[in-house]
Structures are given as structure tokens and as C-alpha cells.
């Protein structure tokens, strides 16, 4: 099984709306969105299937049993993350603040601290007799994402068989998300956009990939919003040995027929042959990687 994860650097530049062209165009049977932080995959690609939803437990939080505490404040006076609150005359732990270290525990004289389970979040299943498709979904507030991403990508790798392509959606930026989506995955897709933005983070986003030694190609979204912006672009790919596997025109109706839940490959157009052909490239890219 490979794994092809799409990501983009910048928020914003249509990678979502990309990965879920590809997920139609290659008829992809297992695909995950590793965006916990801000799934919508699921609003751009059709439902089906039985869904299962399981609670997902990251680090402990602790609390205070109010019957044991002597009130020696401690734990208010040692508390790095300002979690302590005193409540009517009595201490407690914020679970919200709450980093899950533990050294209040250690400290209190009383053992009047211990750790309880805290639900960070959820996982979500879609799945029939052909496809899969797995998602998650963080609470405010909570960390661990790194964490529960992995769970993403678990039902995958475990599902598909080694002659598929899985498609994973990842998040924007380089932090914890992004470096767990990244963790095993086969190559990896940027989707990015001729703004300066969007080129400053992918320049940080491919230091990141190339850590990792996994081949890359890129894609430019709405490229012909500023075309000097997209030729720099270009130049960058050039200079980088990256291929630019396609240039996609902007085309207002994406954001109508996304908000309508429908797909604008049916719809004869600049963008929709330009997507087939990126569909295409990226096919043969895979194959030369592979080989």
C-alpha cells in the first residue's frame, strides 16, 4: 500500500479541494483527513457507509480531591501552566490549563492529586464493501494531535492492500500534525498558490519533507491569479528538482459548487481539464518515483 499525503503550507491554497478531485479522478479507495484540528474532507467528498465514532484519550489531566486537600497550596505556588484555581475556598484543577505534567501530583503531601482520563477528541469511520474513509476531530483546547492523527492513519494501512494508493489530507503548517501525517507516508503533494505567503511557507514546509527523504511534487492552485508570482514559483521548482505536476486556473465557481456539496469535474472547463491533467501527471510521476 502507498501512501500519497497532500498538504500545502499555507492555509487557504485548495488543498482540500484538490485531494478530493484526486480521490474521484483516481478512484481512490482509502483516503483520511489529518486535519484534526479542522477536518472538512468530509464536506467535499460524498457520503457513505457505516459510520463508527470512538472517543480518543490523550495525555491525563489531574484533579484535586477536595476531601483530602489540606490547602498547603503547593500546588498553586509550583504550577508552570497556571492551572491551579481556588474555587469557593478550595483548590482545583482547570482541565483546560492542564498539561498533564503531573508534578503537582509529586509534590502534594497529602496525595490528595491523581490523574483521570481526558477526552481530547474523537475519531470518526467511514466505511463500506469498496472504500474507507477516516477522519478525526480535536477539542478545543486539548493537545496531542501528533497522537491522534496516527489514529487517522491506522484503519488505512491496516485496510488497503499493497497494490492501492492511499490519499491523505494533511493540515497547514509544520508543527506536530504535519509531522505525524508525514510519518510513513510514500511521497508527498503541495498544493500552493502565487502569493507571497503561500511561497514563504512552502519554502519552510520543504525543509521539513526533505528531513524526512520523501519525494515531492507540486501543484499551483489558482495560478494565474499573479503570474510573476507564479513563475518565481516555478523558478523555486526548478532550482529545487521539483516537478510542478500542474497549474490550475482559478475559477469562482469552486467555492459555489464546493458550498453546494458538488463536484466541478462534470462541469467542461479551463480548471476541470486542468485538474484531469495534473490527475494524469501525478499518475506518471508515481510510476517513475516507484520505479
Known amino acids: ?88 475556598g478550595k483548590y482545583h484543577i482547570n482541565p483546560l490549563k492542564c498539561e498533564g505534567c503531573g508534578f503537582c501530583e509529586a509534590l502534594c503531601p497529602q496525595k490528595a492529586i491523581s490523574p483521570i482520563k481526558n477526552e481530547s477528541g474523537y475519531t470518526e469511520l467511514a466505511i463500506d464493501e469498496t472504500r474507507l474513509f477516516s477522519m478525526a476531530r480535536l477539542h478545543s483546547g486539548q493537545g496531542n494531535s501528533g497522537l491522534l492523527v496516527s489514529e487517522v492513519k491506522k484503519p488505512i494501512e491496516l485496510w488497503t492492500s499493497s497494490d492501492d494508493l492511499a490519499l491523505l489530507d494533511g493540515s497547514p503548517g509544520i508543527g506536530c500534525p504535519v509531522i505525524a501525517s508525514i510519518r510513513g507516508v510514500d511521497y508527498v503533494l503541495i498544493v500552493t498558490e502565487p502569493n507571497v505567503s503561500a511561497m514563504h511557507d512552502m519554502r519552510r514546509l520543504l525543509k521539513t519533507i526533505k528531513h524526512f527523504a520523501i519525494p515531492c511534487a507540486v501543484v499551483i492552485n489558482k495560478s494565474d491569479i499573479s503570474l510573476p508570482m507564479r513563475d518565481e514559483i516555478i523558478r523555486f521548482c526548478e532550482s529545487e528538482h521539483l516537478d510542478v505536476l500542474g497549474r490550475i486556473p482559478y475559477d469562482p465557481r469552486v467555492v459555489s459548487n464546493q458550498n453546494a456539496r458538488q463536484t466541478m469535474l462534470n462541469i467542461p472547463s479551463p480548471y476541470t481539464s486542468a485538474i484531469i491533467a495534473m490527475s494524469r501527471n501525478l499518475v506518471a510521476w508515481l510510476e517513475t518515483i516507484t520505479n
Open 1 to 88: 500500500m502507498r501512501q500519497l499525503l497532500v498538504l500545502s503550507g499555507k492555509g487557504g491554497t485548495g488543498k482540500t479541494t484538490i485531494t478530493s478531485a484526486l480521490i474521484e479522478l483516481l478512484h481512490v479507495k482509502a483516503y483520511g483527513d489529518c486535519d484534526v484540528d479542522a477536518p472538512n474532507l468530509h464536506l467535499a467528498v460524498p457520503e457513505y457507509g457505516t459510520k463508527t465514532k470512538k472517543p480518543f484519550f490523550g495525555m491525563d489531566i489531574y484533579k484535586i480531591d477536595t476531601t483530602r486537600c489540606q490547602d498547603c497550596g503547593l500546588c498553586l505556588l509550583h504550577c508552570h501552566f497556571k492551572a491551579i484555581d481556588i474555587v469557593d
